[in-house]
């Protein structure tokens, strides 16, 4: 029997201290790579790395007898972006990054701070919380600094739109399954205090899309100048190279 998860106990803040060398050492050395060996070599492994995380964990749930059509479906926020971000590996959109520059720097790294977890290391449900979150921020990281992209004007708002868009579509698949993806009917299960301090449903999503508007706008703001400046005849389609 595994041991009870404690956020920001032993193992979660070495976890977090492990990823975040683990991001700085590998972004420094992406940094020295040619772009002809990142385009050839490196994102073809991101993108298969991806797609094993994606199936991978899912299949190890189905054999451990742990797999619920109500939770383990890629549904919620963070398993949707693992999908997109796969997808734009393979074809880069800038609609594409824009949505998940957001989607990303907020849910993945809210569940790697936070995160929804009842057991701690060595369950298997540590490890896919910890390694896809923190690969998805590494990709968007990896994006930002190394490739240099950006996020394109007012990009937070069409993120923002997205965002409200899938809550739409998921309230008719929560009611089949009897599922809280993207937690449209009761807040997070988490081990932080604030959240005791939302509303009863529905109004806590009020207060989640406030957030979220607000959040979007923040991580807006590195970007907000050189955005205003070149995104106003931008393509909607880029290369993914420096």
């Not at 290391?121 to 979150?133: G, L, Q, T, W």
């Not at 449903?201 to 100048?225: G, M």
Request: glycine share 2%; charged share 15%.
């Amino acid at each position: 029997m595994h041991s009870a998860f404690k956020m920001f106990g032993r193992s979660h803040f070495l976890t977090l201290t492990v990823i975040i060398v683990a991001m700085f050492v590998a972004l420094y050395k992406l940094q020295t790579c040619s772009p002809e060996w990142r385009k050839k070599y490196f994102h073809p492994f991101l993108a298969i790395f991806l797609f094993t995380q994606i199936v991978g964990w899912r299949i190890i749930f189905i054999l451990q007898h742990d797999f619920a059509l109500d939770f383990d479906l890629p549904l919620h926020l963070c398993g949707l972006c693992e999908i997109l971000l796969f997808c734009y590996l393979l074809r880069p959109n800038q609609t594409v990054f824009d949505i998940l520059y957001y989607w990303i720097m907020s849910g993945s790294t809210l569940a790697v701070l936070i995160p929804e977890l009842q057991w701690d290391i060595p369950s298997a449900r540590y490890f896919a919380m910890f390694i896809p979150h923190s690969l998805m921020v590494f990709c968007m990281l990896y994006f930002i600094i190394v490739l240099k992209i950006r996020p394109s004007r007012n990009s937070y708002w069409k993120a923002f739109q997205a965002i409200n868009i899938l809550a739409l579509i998921m309230i008719p698949i929560n009611l089949v399954f009897k599922a809280n993806y993207l937690y449209l009917r009761d807040v997070p299960p988490v081990q932080f205090g604030p959240i005791k301090l939302l509303p009863q449903w529905p109004w806590y999503l009020l207060v989640l899309d406030l957030f979220f508007i607000f959040f979007y706008r923040l991580l807006y703001q590195p970007f907000y100048q050189s955005s205003h400046q070149t995104a106003c005849d931008e393509k909607e389609t880029l290369t993914i190279s420096p």
